[in-house]
């Protein structure tokens, strides 16, 4: 029979320490973001933390997401702080460590949780309440979630960005965050934990948490191409020879993102310099478009034939990420992706 456990991830941004039954309270030790704290059945990573006025409420891999206040834009978006009031919207990880499944809800939403802002607390007294809003297995592919239970099997591990109304206009949606979170023991208690957020922290801090690997296969996605950015300088600028013997004769996907989506697909990079396409089912497309490749001063060049018999051609630089996926850069920027 599997033992469930209520998760308290209460949200506390405050500088005081709260304690009950049951609960141990914070040893003063505090916390920045990408900082990972544990108990010995849940551990927990604090990702993203600030105040907004408004959330996308596009679905979307952005669904959720802080952002600028914009009267009509938003005039129907339900995540928006009314006058008098401030979201503090937050992303984090969250791994179950026990052998058991864990449930995370309920009290998460309204059981405890405060804000103190200009020494002013904000709690449950004041309807101050958790929402999760949106879950991802891979913090790159991000869905909606509405319901306030969310139950973890052994060893599972998820993103979830989630928000709480405070009622109180901030000076500045830069001002410092403090994030105290509750995490369960196995002893049926809690141990406190406070995350500090500075406006320095945010600007500085890169998320790492997506993986080379699905990176590659993602770069259409803003934080693959952030991801690439922050690694640039550790793939290597490959040569001519390099190049040749890489893609030459072979079938890669390719994702373009600075273009004009002609090159995106499957394609047969063939010997005689002709580009081959597959479409999605797997039956050939062929030759549309007239695609050619080829290579010249360490530097591969895509051309296809528009409907005014005009060649587009781009030239790109090609760094290896890792034997079969190889980043084409145009002018320094990012413009495609190609993987096995």
């Not at 320490?17 to 030790?29: H, R």
């Not at 010249?296 to 060649?311: A, C, H, M, Q, R």
Request: proline fraction near 1%; glycine fraction near 8%.
């Amino acid at each position: 029979m599997k033992k469930k456990i209520l998760l308290g991830l209460l949200v506390i941004i405050s500088l005081f320490t709260i304690t009950g039954c049951g609960q141990n309270g914070s040893s003063g030790k505090t916390y920045s973001l990408g900082d990972t704290v544990k108990t010995d059945i849940i551990s927990f990573k604090l990702i993203a933390g600030e105040f907004t006025y408004a959330l996308v409420n596009t679905y979307g891999d952005e669904f959720a997401m802080p952002k600028e206040y914009n009267a009509e834009d938003d005039n129907n978006n339900p995540y928006v702080a009314s006058k008098g009031h401030t979201l503090a919207a937050f992303t984090f990880y969250v791994e179950n460590l026990d052998r058991a499944s864990i449930d995370i809800g309920g009290s998460f939403n309204s059981e405890f949780g405060s804000i103190t802002y200009e020494k002013e607390n904000y709690g449950v007294n004041n309807d101050s309440e958790v929402v999760f809003k949106a879950t991802s297995e891979d913090n790159i592919n991000w869905e909606s979630y509405s319901s306030d239970n969310i139950l973890l099997q052994a060893g599972e591990k998820k993103y979830f960005r989630a928000y709480i109304d405070i009622p109180t206009d901030v000076k500045n949606l830069d001002d410092t965050m403090e994030l105290t979170i509750y995490l369960p023991t196995s002893e049926d208690k809690t141990e406190a934990f406070t995350f500090v957020i500075s406006e320095d922290d945010r600007n500085n801090y890169k998320d790492d948490e997506i993986t080379e690997n699905i990176a590659i296969k993602n770069l259409d996605k803003k934080v693959a191409q952030e991801y690439f950015n922050n690694h640039l300088v550790d793939y290597s600028i490959m040569n001519s020879d390099e190049i040749k013997s890489s893609i030459e004769g072979r079938k890669l996907n390719v994702i373009e993102i600075g273009g004009d989506g002609r090159w995106k697909g499957s394609f047969t990079f063939q010997t005689s310099g002709r580009i081959y396409e597959e479409s999605d089912n797997g039956y050939a497309v062929g030759y549309a478009n007239n695609r050619t490749w080829s290579i010249s001063d360490n530097k591969l060049t895509l051309s296809w034939v528009n409907g005014n018999k005009e060649t587009i051609s781009t030239i790109c630089e090609v760094r290896k990420i890792q034997d079969g996926a190889y980043l084409l850069l145009d002018n320094g920027e990012i413009f495609g992706i190609l993987y096995v």
